[in-house]
């Protein structure tokens, strides 16, 4: 059965389910970085989902949030920024409108448009 979702309504499901892997045992600094974190990934929901709106099922949920993970551990730490983690799911969830379901497909799709933090 289909799950009718929008993509702000998918990406706050992939959203919690990355982040409930990703910062099961944190402390006090890293919550604060996880609500700056899920801040900027909210407004990016927003943009898409003036974008368009698209139906997942809880598996293609799965293996968009597998396809996360991979992507996102793959990032040198320079890159590993929150614009950039709210840059692979914009690339994962683009790919999958288009009707992509290669993992590998969706994860070069979701590394492509990445920028690199400078110190100053």
Sequence with gaps: MALVANFDSALGALRASLIGRRFAS???????????????ISRGA??????QSVVYDPEELSLFGDVFDRAVA?????????FNQ????????ARAAAG???????????LMNLTVAVAS
């Design 74 to 82: 793959s990032l040198p730490a320079a890159m590993c920024t929150p």
């Design 46 to 51: 927003a943009l898409m989902l003036c974008e």
């Design 26 to 40: 944190t402390r006090t600094n890293a919550l604060a970085k996880l609500r700056s974190d899920s801040a900027m």
């Design 86 to 93: 709210a840059e692979v799911a914009r690339g994962i969830f």
């Design 100 to 110: 992509e379901r290669d993992p590998s497909q969706l994860e070069l799709a979701a």
